[in-house]
């Protein structure tokens, strides 16, 4: 049973929100479908990278943010540092590219408006990325980049990531709350956009979402998870969160498009994590694909993702720490 919240569909649940699209988007989405869908599957490879992170430098800068190259815990990165950020709170920023492709400087101006969204600064670690560098050199990266973090005196981290960050980011919070007191207590919140959770490509949206989704195959994703993975079994919890033990996570919320053949992905990671007890949300945007919130200041939903991103994490940094 659902009811009409806001315009939002919302589960009686509650642990799930459907959000309709407007008038305006689905044409803007027609409009942007018609550029797309014909290269659907083709960026292949490291020869992607270029095209990859072109696209990303599309996202409109936000404003009042200026940028700061930077070394965190051995790893090189970017800082996004908005005007007035709060001290000692900063969100930990996974980029995306399926492990393959992608930068700090490509995606600086996305994390750009997350930080402001957020009122804290965002830093974007430039991790390691497949052929080159097959895993476990991402995760091992990420979590030096976090533990750098507590050595730079930050008390309140909130770790966010998108597409293959989104795996990677929550591959993250399930190492620290595993761990040591310290590095769990700084750990406030997650936020995962459209998340790879599950590396061995299983779901039923990868069928009931072939089409819609203009962007990506299942062989295409076949072949650059195989380059990430170098052999390592794709049901392994350290490579998909989906096997994770999620007992004793920080608060997440998980916003993915409707048609993406990612969606299920999401859908059953946030299942299993209700099942545990965590506090989790899942957010789905009709009509809209993989990477929608890229388009904020071009689409209503890219910016009311980016206003309930903002609120969830401010009210996770201002909350009191909780020992997990």
């Known amino acids: 049973m659902q009811t009409q919240i806001l315009g939002s569909s919302v589960t009686a649940d509650t642990w799930s929100v459907f959000h309709p699209i407007t008038a305006e988007d689905a044409t803007a989405m027609a409009v942007m479908r018609?550029?797309?869908?014909?290269?659907?599957?083709?960026?292949?490879?490291?020869?992607?990278?270029?095209?990859?992170?072109?696209?990303?430098?599309?996202?409109?800068?936000?404003?009042?943010?200026?940028?700061?190259?930077d070394t965190v815990g051995g790893v090189s990165g970017l800082w996004c540092k908005p005007e007035d950020a709060r001290p000692g709170e900063v969100v930990l920023h996974i980029h995306g590219g399926w492990f393959n492709w992608g930068s700090a400087q490509a995606f600086r101006h996305l994390v750009g408006h997350i930080a402001v969204s957020a009122g804290v600064q965002a830093f974007?670690?430039?991790?390691?990325?497949?052929?080159?560098?097959?895993?476990?050199?991402?995760?091992?990266?990420?979590?030096a980049s976090y533990l750098g973090l507590i050595e730079r005196?930050?008390?309140?981290?909130?770790?966010?990531?998108d597409s293959a960050g989104g795996n990677l980011a929550l591959g993250l919070i399930a190492f620290v709350s595993a761990g040591t007191t310290s590095a769990k207590s700084a750990l406030v919140a997650s936020v995962a956009l459209s998340p790879v959770t599950d590396l061995s490509l299983s779901g039923e949206s990868w069928t009931t979402r072939a089409a819609v989704d203009p962007y990506?195959?299942?062989?295409?994703?076949?072949?650059?998870?195989?380059?990430?993975?170098?052999?390592?079994?794709?049901?392994?919890?350290?490579?998909?969160?989906?096997?994770?033990?999620?007992?004793?996570?920080?608060p997440i919320r998980v916003h993915v498009?409707?048609?993406?053949?990612?969606?299920?992905?999401?859908?059953?990671?946030?299942?299993?994590?209700?099942?545990?007890?965590?506090d989790?949300?899942?957010?789905?945007?009709?009509g809209m694909v993989h990477g929608f919130l890229g388009s904020v200041g071009r689409l209503a939903a890219s910016e009311e993702a980016l206003r309930l991103i903002g609120e969830f994490l401010i009210e996770r940094f201002a909350a009191p720490a909780v020992q997990r």
Not at 280 to 286: E, I, P, Q, T
């Open 153 to 161: 005196g930050f008390s309140k981290i909130a770790v966010t990531g």
């Open 34 to 69: 018609a550029i797309v869908e014909p290269n659907k599957g083709r960026m292949q490879g490291t020869a992607a990278r270029v095209r990859f992170d072109a696209i990303m430098e599309r996202v409109t800068a936000p404003e009042g943010v200026t940028y700061e190259a």
């Open 216 to 250: 990506f195959t299942r062989p295409q994703a076949a072949k650059l998870v195989r380059s990430y993975l170098a052999g390592h079994d794709a049901t392994d919890p350290f490579v998909s969160p989906l096997h994770i033990n999620l007992a004793g996570l920080p």
């Open 124 to 143: 974007v670690p430039e991790y390691r990325l497949a052929p080159e560098h097959p895993f476990p050199a991402a995760p091992e990266d990420i979590r």
């Open 280 to 286: 989790v949300r899942l957010d789905v945007w009709k």
């Open 257 to 278: 498009g409707d048609d993406e053949v990612l969606l299920d992905n999401s859908v059953r990671f946030v299942e299993r994590a209700i099942a545990v007890g965590v």
